[in-house]
């Protein structure tokens, strides 16, 4: 499993991880009992949401609001263009993945599309944010509002940086992974968003992610050091690296804080697929 693209803390020490090259999305589990060497191991169990297990839908990003688990394509070729949303009674579906309606073609009309991030943004909606079009060194970033099929868009200021992925880490709070369009250049920085439509450019955050090739982000929050404790989950694209499995950045924060002001250094995860 060379790409992590999407990942989503499920329970516990249970996590789900989308790679963009299958319809499977796999169960890991989080080890930090030794906090100097944390490990996240698959568990063999995976979920197909998708068209069969010949299909292959480019799963880009997971996002949750509540109960309900979303799973998005990248939107670059008709086989692609799904938003799909399940539940999940332990590691199995409830029932078939419900399909969303997601039109962009009035959006971006001519426009290259390549979606690579999803995360919850209110109750009801969802961020959805692009790695193309970058329009003048923004990068846009839709508000869909899954019941009302509603949209709004925002242009990101990420510095000539696309989105990679983003996750919610409260009510007013995103991290956002950002990145290239393509290449390696600008370098991929993780930036912190106040979530409000008319701040656009979010705040440097001080994790080092050096040569990292990051392509997925999520948290889990409160395990530990206190309910404003936060530990972040970094997952990398190796596919045009040297082909191994995705490697693995960790770190835990003790508040939200902490991520502007102190330098902080990511720890290497064990990775076992």
Wanted: proline share 4%; net charge negative; with cysteine.
């Amino acid at each position: 499993m060379q790409d992590a693209s999407g990942l989503i803390h499920v329970e516990r020490n249970l996590f789900l991880v989308a790679e963009d090259n299958s319809d499977l999305i796999r169960f890991f589990e989080l080890n930090t009992d030794d906090q100097g060497n944390p490990c996240f191991q698959s568990t063999g169990q995976n979920l197909n949401p998708g068209d069969g297990a010949a299909s292959n839908s480019d799963f880009e990003s997971l996002a949750r609001i509540g109960d309900l688990f979303f799973v998005i394509g990248s939107y670059n070729a008709p086989e692609r263009r799904k938003l799909l949303r399940f539940q999940m009674n332990g590691t199995a579906l409830t029932a078939p993945p419900e399909t969303i309606s997601f039109d962009l073609a009035a959006i971006f009309l001519q426009e290259e599309i390549d979606i690579e991030s999803l995360c919850a943004f209110r109750q009801d909606t969802l961020m959805v944010g692009f790695r193309k079009p970058l329009l003048q060194g923004k990068a846009p970033a839709i508000f869909f509002n899954t019941d009302t099929l509603e949209t709004d868009i925002r242009y990101f200021d990420l510095r000539q940086r696309a989105f990679r992925d983003c996750v919610r880490i409260a009510d007013d709070s995103f991290l956002i992974l950002a990145g290239p369009e393509k290449g390696n250049k600008p370098r991929r920085r993780i930036y912190l968003w106040n979530g409000t439509f008319d701040d656009v450019r979010p705040q440097k955050c001080m994790i080092g992610l050096g040569n990292l090739r990051g392509e997925g982000i999520c948290v889990r929050q409160g395990q530990g050091l206190g309910l404003d404790s936060l530990e972040i989950l970094i997952g990398t694209d190796e596919s045009s690296g040297s082909g191994g499995d995705f490697k693995m950045g960790y770190v835990k924060v003790n508040n939200v804080k902490e991520l502007l002001e102190n330098e902080i250094r990511l720890i290497d995860v064990r990775v076992t697929v």
